[in-house]
Structures are given as structure tokens and as C-alpha cells.
């Protein structure tokens, strides 16, 4: 698009869409731009911005877009009344499999082991019960369940900001526009 | 046609020459002068020619001045009879769609702006100190996904004006159920983002410039609904041009803008 910039009596820049609207008796530079936000007053110079001026602008806007982007993605999967009740949920199981004689940081080293070896939910969920739950007990049982669905949910959380951070770095280093696309594909956790 | 009328044309007591052919001849000039007033010379159309007016005024099925206007099919008058603050309200805008100059609305007309694929749409609507605005913005672009995510702006006078406007908004967003605020700093009044429906009042002092605005913003995986307020942060300068709304992307649609005073 072609603009018509010029400064008016506050000496503020002004870009006229058309000729039509710049006041009479004006001095104007005329600039073909891909918006009026791209004509910038700088150091007594009306000029058009730079290159490098562009991809930091497209840079800035870019990762704000993907902090958006993650973060919906998240709350999409893993709402935030579900992240509440996860917060509560391991508090309250992990005090119960203490009192049950349960050492939970074992708990803990086996959830994260199965998760990140890719085991299957079934497969994960009962070598839980196998390992800490030889006698049925089935609130023990209940409070293995809770944890190991949390240990997917914030595996799922994990591995989406790792992906985030992929993809700013990807970004941030480009050295020209246009900027990389992306989009974020970590499944959702699969949780029966 | 001369028409005459003999009141008692007959005088049986008072004999004269010819006084049959006479006084028959008085009461056939009667009869036809009588017959004169129903219409077609008709008196089997039963309607009396003077009972087509009241008061004097003719009827006509065509408006014209000083004529009665029988109502139409739907029991009402039609739009080109009303007076053009009444008659071009939302039921019937003034469609600037192909408008090439500034039109300036009266109080309670209603403009309306239809738009195919456009990243730019002048309103072309004259605007001067003093008034005040209701303009409602919507897209037909798919609400989903795949939306360019930036400002909609409204670009006053066809004229951006550097960083000389301050936007603030509160937003619920979901995914996340996310209450926030946001406040930037713009060239232009920023008047919606991304993929919108908005509803947009506007007011114009030369002092105290602004625009109040709720709108919903979509075209993501989610939505937002926003209720924000972008002020012209200049008291001098005239917005004589209501000017025009930019999109950040190809976009659908149609704006009515109604004066409100």
C-alpha cells in the first residue's frame, strides 16, 4: 500500500491512506509499505524501518503469539480447574500412601520411569499396583491410579514447553522474514 | 361541461305554453347534472366523485405533495414516504458500500458498509465535532483456526497518527478460562483483533476523542470476549473523517454505522 507521511503541528508522524486526506499545504514523503505501522520518525527522518528493524518487530510479536498459543494449547488439554484438582489430588495420595507404610518417592521414581520409557497407561498402571500394591488395597490402589494419571497430565505439560522452547529458539535466530511457522503437536495425554 | 340545476322545475298549478316540454326538459338537465356527481356519470357505481377527497386532499396510490397515501399491502407506509432520519434507520441503511466521498449522516440514519476479501474498507462517512456513534462490525471468516493475530483498527481521518492512542482492555479468554488486562499504545484506534464480531460506540469531541468497544475475538483455538476503550490522546486536532478499518487479515463482512447525535 502507498501511505503519505508527513509530521503535523505536535510533530507527530502521521501516514494518510490517500492523497485526499493530507492536509492542504503539507510536505509529505509517499512510501509503499505493507502497513502505516511500518513508517517510523526517527532522528529528524520520516523512513520506512529497516530489515533488521522488521524481523526484531515480527521477532517481538512472533513469541508473544507462541506464548499465547502454548499456553491455550495446554489449557485446552489440561484445563486449569483439572490442574487445581492434580495440586490436590497428589497432596492428598501421597500423605495416604506415607500413612500406608508406602515410600512415595519410590512412587514417584517408578511413575516417571514407566512415563518416560513410553510405557502403554495399562502397562504403567499396573506395574504401579504390582510393585506397591501386592494386596489389592483398593484405596491404596485408587491413590496409585490418581498419581500415575497426574504423572502423564504434567508429562504432557512438559513436553509441550519443551516444544515451546524449540520453537522460540527456532524464532529467535532466524536471521530473515518471513519467520518460521509452527505448530505445536504434542498429543494430549492418554488417559482412559 | 356547463351543468345547471332547476330547484322545482315543475308548476302544475301555474299553466303556460309548451310547459310539458319545458319543465320536462328543466328536469332531464337535473337528472344528468345529478348523475355528473357519481363517478363515470354513473350512479349504478354508487360513489360519489367528491367523496374520493377529504378535507380537500385527493388520494393517490403515488406519493405527491398535498395527497392522501393509501397504506400498502403490508398495512404500512413505505420507507420513501418517511423523513430520512426515520426512514433510513436500520431497517433501511443508506448503503455506502460503492461510496467514493464522505457522506455525512443526520441523527438516527444508519450507514451501511459491505465488504468482500478486504484488508481495508473506507466507511466514507463524514464526521465533525460534537457527534456521537454506534457502529457494529461482523465477519463471516471461519471462527477456528488460522486467523492472523492483530489489531482491527479504525483509522481516523484515513490518517494513522504515531503512537497517539492508548488502548485498554480487559479480556476472558478460553482455553483457560483466563481473566486479563491489556493496555498498548497505537497509531490508530484499535477497534477489535484477529476475526470479530463488534460492537463499537464512538465519540467525537475535537477534546475528547475515543471509542468504547465489546467484541468477541476468535480465529484461534479459542475465543475471547473483551470490553476495552481506546482514546485519541490529542485535543486539538479535528476528526473530520470517520475514516477507515483495516484488517490484519483478507476479510468478510459488513459495518452499519448509526449516528446517534
Redesign the interface.
Given at each position: 500500500m502507498i501511505v503519505y507521511a508527513y509530521l503535523n503541528s505536535n510533530s507527530t508522524l502521521c501516514c494518510a491512506l490517500t492523497e485526499s486526506a493530507i492536509p492542504p499545504g503539507v510536505s509529505y514523503t509517499s512510501f509503499t509499505v505493507n502497513s502505516p505501522d511500518d513508517v517510523v520518525y526517527v532522528s529528524g527522518t520520516i523512513r520506512t524501518k529497516t530489515q533488521a528493524e522488521l524481523l526484531q518487530e515480527a521477532q517481538q510479536k512472533a513469541l508473544q503469539q507462541l506464548s499465547q498459543s502454548t499456553m491455550s494449547y495446554i489449557y485446552q488439554y489440561y484445563p486449569d480447574w483439572k490442574q487445581r484438582s492434580d495440586m490436590s489430588d497428589l497432596t492428598n495420595g501421597e500423605a495416604y500412601l506415607t500413612y500406608a507404610g508406602l515410600n512415595t518417592t519410590q512412587v514417584r521414581q517408578t511413575i516417571t520411569q514407566q512415563i518416560l520409557s513410553g510405557a502403554s497407561y495399562t502397562q504403567a498402571l499396573s506395574t504401579l499396583n504390582q510393585t506397591f500394591n501386592s494386596n489389592t488395597n483398593p484405596t491404596i490402589g485408587y491413590w496409585l491410579e490418581q498419581l500415575l494419571n497426574v504423572g502423564y497430565r504434567q508429562d504432557f505439560v512438559f513436553k509441550v514447553k519443551q516444544q515451546y522452547y524449540s520453537i522460540s529458539q527456532q524464532i529467535s535466530s532466524a536471521t530473515a522474514l518471513p519467520l518460521p511457522s509452527y505448530t505445536i503437536s504434542v498429543p494430549p495425554p492418554n488417559i482412559p | 361541461m356547463s351543468l345547471s340545476y332547476t330547484v322545482s322545475p315543475f308548476h302544475p298549478t301555474n299553466p303556460y305554453p309548451n310547459q310539458v316540454t319545458t319543465e320536462l326538459d328543466l328536469a332531464n338537465q337535473n337528472f344528468t347534472t345529478l348523475a355528473q356527481a357519481f363517478v363515470n356519470a354513473d350512479p349504478t357505481s354508487l360513489t360519489v366523485v367528491n367523496s374520493v377527497s377529504v378535507g380537500g386532499y385527493t388520494v393517490s396510490s403515488t406519493p405527491q405533495p398535498n395527497t392522501l397515501l393509501p397504506l400498502n399491502a403490508n398495512a404500512q407506509f413505505p420507507y420513501s414516504v418517511l423523513p430520512p432520519g426515520i426512514a433510513n434507520g436500520y431497517a433501511n441503511p443508506i448503503n455506502l458500500t460503492s461510496a467514493t466521498a464522505d457522506y455525512s449522516l443526520s441523527v438516527g440514519q444508519v450507514a451501511y458498509i459491505s465488504f468482500t476479501n478486504a484488508t481495508?474498507v473506507?466507511l466514507n462517512i463524514a464526521t465533525t465535532n460534537g457527534t456521537y456513534y454506534e457502529m457494529n462490525l461482523t465477519l463471516s471468516n471461519s471462527f477456528n483456526t488460522g486467523a492472523v493475530?492483530?489489531p482491527i483498527y479504525l483509522?481516523q481521518?484515513?490518517?494513522?497518527?504515531?503512537?497517539?492512542f492508548l488502548f485498554v482492555e480487559g479480556y476472558f479468554?478460553?482455553?483457560?478460562?483466563?481473566p486479563a488486562m491489556y493496555s498498548a499504545t497505537y497509531?490508530?484506534f484499535r477497534i477489535s483483533w484477529a476475526i470479530t464480531s463488534a460492537n463499537i460506540y464512538i465519540t467525537n469531541f475535537t477534546t475528547n476523542k475515543n471509542i468504547i468497544s465489546f467484541y468477541n475475538e476468535t480465529g484461534?483455538?479459542?475465543m475471547d470476549i473483551s470490553i476495552a476503550s481506546c482514546v485519541w490522546e490529542?485535543t486539538?486536532?479535528s476528526w473530520t473523517?470517520l475514516g477507515?478499518i483495516?484488517f490484519p487479515q483478507a476479510s468478510s463482512g459488513f459495518v452499519l454505522v448509526r449516528r446517534l447525535a
Open positions: - | 481495508s473506507p493475530g492483530a483509522i481521518n484515513n490518517t494513522t497518527y504515531s503512537n497517539a479468554i478460553v482455553p483457560g478460562n483466563t497509531s490508530a484461534y483455538n479459542g490529542d486539538t486536532t473523517s477507515t483495516t
